[in-house]
């Protein structure tokens, strides 16, 4: 009888502007039981001409994230994939003494990653609205994450988000609609 498997997050650098086509390589070669991968991305506005465009980018560019109980043959089966030039490692890189080529994600950095893409792999718009300077979130991702929230630009109707990731902390725009008065 097989164990139950150990699935932890961990992060696959690869070409620039290449996330779509590893994920797509990565569900090709791997049954979704055994490897989830996602792209997280974000929808921001962006003004062209004096219109406001929805525009979806990447959270982590050059990076997907993958799902998976990692062994020697998984980590091999991944490194050979078209486009993807390696695993992430925020540790120690390969030693013989561990056989350690990868580090997961740790558990604090993947929860509010996958909290704000909720059920998707996209970071929608919140809801929000300023009350003596204090920003209070109505409804949408960043329910529940109002600490994460460093700044909101009004006239761009975005918020500044810090995430860590891979030990690394990151400043990332989101998308935000501004209301005038609470629900």
């Known amino acids: 009888m097989k164990g139950l498997l150990i ?4 992060a696959i650098f690869v070409e620039s502007g290449k996330e779509e086509v590893v994920q797509k390589y990565l569900r090709l070669y791997f049954n979704e039981q055994y490897l989830k991968s996602v792209v997280p991305k974000r929808l921001v506005p962006e003004k062209k001409s004096g219109i406001v465009y929805n525009v979806l980018k990447n959270i982590f560019p050059g990076y997907v994230l993958i799902k998976t109980e990692m062994t020697n043959e998984m980590f091999h089966k991944i490194k050979n994939i078209p486009r993807s030039l390696r695993l992430v490692n925020s540790g120690s890189y390969y030693s013989q003494d561990e056989g350690a080529y990868y580090s997961s994600i740790d558990e604090k950095e993947i929860t509010p990653i996958l909290q704000l893409m909720g059920n998707g792999e996209v970071v929608d718009y919140s809801k929000v609205y300023l009350e003596n300077s204090k920003v209070i979130v109505e409804s949408g991702p960043l329910k529940g994450l109002e600490g994460i929230i460093k700044k909101v ?6 918020a500044k988000i810090f995430l860590t990731f891979m030990g690394v902390e990151k400043t990332i725009d989101v998308g935000i609609e501004i209301l005038s008065e609470p629900l």
Do not use: A, E, S, V
Not at 7 to 10: I, R, T
Not at 153 to 158: A, I, L, Q, T, V
């Open 7 to 10: 699935l932890k997050w961990y």
């Open 153 to 158: 630009d009004k006239h761009k109707n975005r």
